[in-house]
């Protein structure tokens, strides 16, 4: 799934991965290939991506954001926690 992570200064992540985690507000979720549309808000916590399957995880600190996830795409808008 193609993953583009924003913040009001600047484009954090834009690549293909294998997952995606983030922190919503209802309750934590991972996005994979072929998952159903959705648009999250965000609470404070970490957006972890996963380029590779079984690969390290990247991590960004959030504040709160929101997500949305539809055609093997997600764009997830941040405000960063620093």
């Known amino acids: ?18 997952s995606v985690s983030v922190p919503s507000k209802k309750a934590p ?19 972890e991506v996963c380029p ?7 991590s960004f600190a959030i504040k709160g954001g929101f997500a949305e996830i539809h055609d093997n795409k997600a764009v997830i808008c941040i405000e960063p926690a620093n």
């Not at 799934?1 to 294998?18: C, G, K, N, R």
């Not at 590779?52 to 990247?58: H, S």
């Open 1 to 18: 799934m193609q993953v583009s992570i924003i913040s009001p200064e600047s484009t954090l992540y834009d690549a293909e991965a294998w």
């Open 29 to 47: 979720f991972t996005a994979l290939d072929g998952h159903a549309p959705i648009v999250s808000a965000l609470a404070a916590g970490k957006v």
């Open 52 to 58: 590779e399957k079984d690969g390290e995880k990247l």
